[in-house]
Nanobody, 118 residues
């Protein structure tokens, strides 16, 4: 049974920064690409960023390109999302999962709320 635990969210002003973390257990972390997704109120969950198992390949949604950076530490079984220059439209619950632009696991963590005030 895979467990995903996201943390690091909070309330920030426009232009601020946050660093999200996602710890995974129950699976061989280093063999999976990992991704961050987000869901804003009234909207469908969307892919934000993804990183290959070795960290060499990354993907970013156009809306976050140049502002967000995904990274991973395979020893710690943790994936990170550094978010800079935050905008109100980044407000959402952020989740991690294995996969690339689509989630691999059916189970999700509780997510972490990111709220950007204008």
């Amino acid at each position: 049974q895979v467990q995903l635990v996201e943390s690091g969210g909070g309330l920030v002003q426009t232009g601020g920064s946050l660093r999200l973390s996602c710890a995974i257990s129950g699976r061989t972390f280093s063999t999976y690409a990992m991704a961050w997704f987000r869901q804003a109120p009234g909207k469908e969950r969307e892919s934000v960023a993804a990183i290959g198992w070795s960290g060499d390949n990354t993907y970013y949604a156009d809306s976050v390109k140049g502002r967000f950076t995904i990274s991973r530490d395979n020893d710690k079984k943790t994936v990170y999302l550094q978010m800079n220059s935050l905008k109100p439209e980044d407000t959402a619950v952020y989740y991690c999962n294995a996969g690339w632009r689509e989630p691999l696991f059916d189970s999700w963590g509780q997510g972490t709320q990111v709220t950007v005030s204008s």
